[in-house]
């Protein structure tokens, strides 16, 4: 069974009594903004045809609806039969090198159980996973953190891959094309950013292509495994102001 919102209710705002809710979460603090994402690099595919199970990639009727679907990727709600593909892909120090220290290392099913409950139960999702197109199996996740009080109309974007599937451009598509449905679906959004630490060029590099500016350098802003490191912020805005 499903734990994920309705299909409507994805990536909509709820309303609490007079006032729009867009977002739960309380997060830190955002600064001055100098960019805007123009002609990101991905194509939008049409839906797959699931009038038949023989037709459809083998993609099971049990997994949620893509709120994307790319060339190099499917982008959908996580569900309960992900949990063996996540471990798959994300038990790799890697990876947690790049993460904060909330993304477990090692990767036990039991941190993808927990996981998933985390990613499937707040309305409207936040939590994605990215898929394949053609097995509809995790190799990646990509999600929002909202902020609130001043800071309400930026969200930071995150996101990872499984080793085995860098360096096929697959980030720089999702990251691509979900920013521009987060600026699609959550109207309140101006600026969305994504904080890099020193060191992590394949991150920095997907940002510029997805057409992120670099803005600030924060100093000796992260300590990762005991090692002090500058922490680099890139912003996405919805225009060019
Ligand atoms: C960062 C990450 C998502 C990149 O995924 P990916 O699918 O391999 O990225 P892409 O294939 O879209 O690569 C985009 C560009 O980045 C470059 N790139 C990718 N990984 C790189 C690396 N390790 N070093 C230098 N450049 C790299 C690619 O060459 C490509 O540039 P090009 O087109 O000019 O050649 C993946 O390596 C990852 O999950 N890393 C660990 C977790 C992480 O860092 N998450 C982000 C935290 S901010």
Redesign the pocket.
């Known amino acids: 069974m499903l734990q994920c919102s309705s299909k409507a209710d994805v990536g909509k705002p709820t309303k609490k009594g007079t006032e729009h809710v867009f977002f739960d979460t309380a997060r830190q603090g955002a600064g001055e903004h100098n960019k805007t994402i123009t002609t990101p690099p991905f194509a939008l595919i049409p839906p797959l045809d699931d009038g038949d199970d023989q037709n459809d990639g083998g993609i099971p009727k049990s997994s949620p609806e893509p709120i994307l679907r790319l060339q190099k990727c499917l982008i959908r709600p996580f569900y309960e039969g992900d949990a063996a593909a996540i471990v798959k892909e994300a038990n790799n120090p890697?990876?947690a090198r790049?993460?904060r220290n909330t993304f477990p290392q090692p990767y036990s099913t039991e941190d993808a159980r927990n996981w998933i409950s985390m990613a499937t139960n707040p309305a409207p999702l936040l939590d994605f996973a990215i898929c394949r197109t053609d097995r509809n199996t995790v190799i990646?996740c990509i999600g929002l953190k909202t902020r609130d009080d001043i800071h309400v109309r930026t969200v930071e974007v995150?996101?990872?891959?499984g080793e085995k599937?860098?360096?096929?451009?697959?980030?720089?598509e999702a990251l691509s094309a979900f920013s521009q449905w987060t600026f699609d679906n959550f109207d309140h959004v101006l600026r969305i950013e994504?904080?890099?630490f020193e060191g992590?060029?394949?991150?920095a590099?997907?940002l510029e292509?997805a057409g992120y500016a670099f803005e600030a350098r924060k100093r000796k802003a992260v300590e990762k495994r005991g090692l002090v490191l500058d922490a680099l912020t890139y912003c996405a805005f919805r225009d060019g102001s």
């Not at 995150?158 to 891959?161: I, M, Q």
């Not at 992590?200 to 991150?203: D, F, I, L, M, P």
């Open positions: 890697k990876i790049w993460m990646g995150g996101y990872w891959l599937h860098w360096h096929q451009g697959i980030a720089t994504a904080e890099v992590n060029e394949g991150s590099r997907v292509k």
